[in-house]
């Protein structure tokens, strides 16, 4: 559905005044009353029509996002903001291209399924590279997200927020406690390759499946593991096929809040600035949610017959150790400067170094 800036009332009230004074036989000049009449702006002149995407449901983050901007920004009857849910519009990449193409105007998804479409995203799946989720959430809101800012726009979108639902977990039916339990380990991945690379990495044997087909697959053994965040293995009630949550927390489960630039910058300044406020305020109530969210789901596992692990400190570091080979991969797909300028700003608010980026 396209966007649509419509001149409606006030075109047509130009038009009418033009049909009717080239119709009429009376000439002469207007009066000063009659001037002024003319020269006033029309009310409610000008609609803004919004279209809004996402490929979840309506009891997911990503929606909640829509949510608080649709509520914040229909207070000014100019603007119409309408949310399609459930991939009505599309996967994430039919999304994406619409978004670019200028047929969708906000989208909210994950970082990890944009990569085609803006390939710099891709450090945000180094993996371990967060110690802690407020370290990753003060480098998402720090200068390093308006670096991310530009490289969104290279592509043709704007970058107005991004919130976390926390970590993606493993999840299987057997514990894991060392690196050598994670050997051939059959795990659902995404089709991004950057997971693919690290679970390959770890040991594991990586299977790229479909969300839709991940609960059939455990509960068949086609695979024997999978990884997403607690609000995902709750939505998706892995919890009755699965025994295991382990703790890796190997890469933040980003997601944005994105929207076409050229239809952003085309905006008159007092319907953009609506627009960043809405987005702020999205953006901030949202990230509360998904605290809530985390605490709530991960005790709602626990009471549903899963046992949470945490890795000890020697397998963190083993895993860290063999992400480094990914971490090369990574640069050389983003660059050298976007990946030390994360690995600074994470040593700048952790306060100690955790890889070597030279």
Not at 44 to 53: G, H
Not at 147 to 155: A, F, I, L, S
Request: charged share 25%.
């Amino acid at each position: 559905m396209k966007k649509a800036y419509k001149w409606t009332r006030g075109l047509c009230m130009i038009l009418a005044i033009a049909m009717m004074f080239g119709l009429c036989a009376c000439g002469g000049s207007k009066s000063q009353s009659e001037e002024k009449q003319d020269d006033a702006p029309t009310e409610n002149a000008a609609t803004y029509e919004f279209t809004a995407a996402c490929n979840v449901p309506e009891d997911t983050l990503n929606y909640a996002i829509f949510s608080t901007m649709k509520e914040l920004l229909e207070q000014d009857e100019r603007i119409k903001f309408n949310i399609y849910t459930n991939g009505q519009l599309g996967g994430d990449r039919e999304m994406m291209e619409g978004l670019v193409a200028g047929n969708i105007d906000f989208v909210t998804t994950i970082t990890a399924g944009i990569i085609d479409f803006i390939p710099e995203v891709g450090v945000f799946d180094m993996p371990n590279v967060f110690p802690d989720l407020e370290t990753a959430r003060e480098v998402l809101d720090s200068d390093f997200n308006e670096v991310m800012g530009e490289k969104y726009e290279k592509g043709g979108i704007k970058l107005l927020g991004t919130v976390d639902s926390g970590f993606r977990q493993l999840t299987t039916n057997k514990p894991i406690e060392k690196i050598e339990d994670l050997q051939g380990l059959r795990i659902r991945t995404t089709t991004n390759k950057n997971h693919i690379a690290y679970w390959t990495a770890v040991g594991a044997n990586p299977t790229p499946m479909d969300m839709g087909e991940v609960y059939i697959g455990l509960q068949q053994g086609t695979v024997d593991a999978q990884e997403n965040p607690y609000d995902f293995i709750v939505s998706n009630k892995f919890y009755e096929a699965q025994k295991y949550v382990v703790e890796t927390n190997h890469v933040i489960h980003a997601t944005v809040l994105i929207a076409n630039n050229e239809m952003y910058q085309s905006l008159p300044d007092d319907i953009r600035q609506l627009i960043n406020e809405a987005a702020e305020q999205a953006i901030a109530d949202t990230r509360l949610l998904s605290d809530k969210n985390i605490e709530e789901r991960r005790q709602f596992v626990q009471d549903n017959g899963m046992t949470i692990l945490e890795p000890d400190d020697t397998l963190r570091e083993e895993l860290k150790k063999r992400a480094e080979t990914v971490y090369d991969s990574i640069r050389e797909a983003v660059g050298d400067d976007l990946v030390d300028a994360l690995l600074a700003e994470v040593e700048k608010e952790w306060g100690q170094k955790f890889i070597n980026s030279t």
